[in-house]
């Protein structure tokens, strides 16, 4: 699961949300428009699927060795 459309948030920033009670504080990565966002969420996608296909095989191929 890709999570780059969210901020990575600091401990500091976890302690502050339990005071925040209107979201004001929340921040999320964004993109100058709905494709560019979309054309990044679809290519995180794609890496991410690529990864569990190196991993899987690399078990794979471990598990024959």
Do not use: C, H, W
Request: aromatic share 12%; hydrophobic share 45%; net charge negative.
């Amino acid at each position: 699961m890709s999570d780059f459309l969210f901020a990575n948030p600091s401990f500091i920033d976890g302690v502050m949300s339990v005071i925040d009670l209107f979201g004001v504080s929340q921040e999320y990565n964004d993109s100058s428009s709905e494709e560019t966002a979309d054309n990044r969420a679809l290519r995180a996608d794609a890496a991410a699927i690529k990864n569990d296909f190196v991993n899987a095989y690399k078990a794979t191929v471990a598990s024959y060795a």
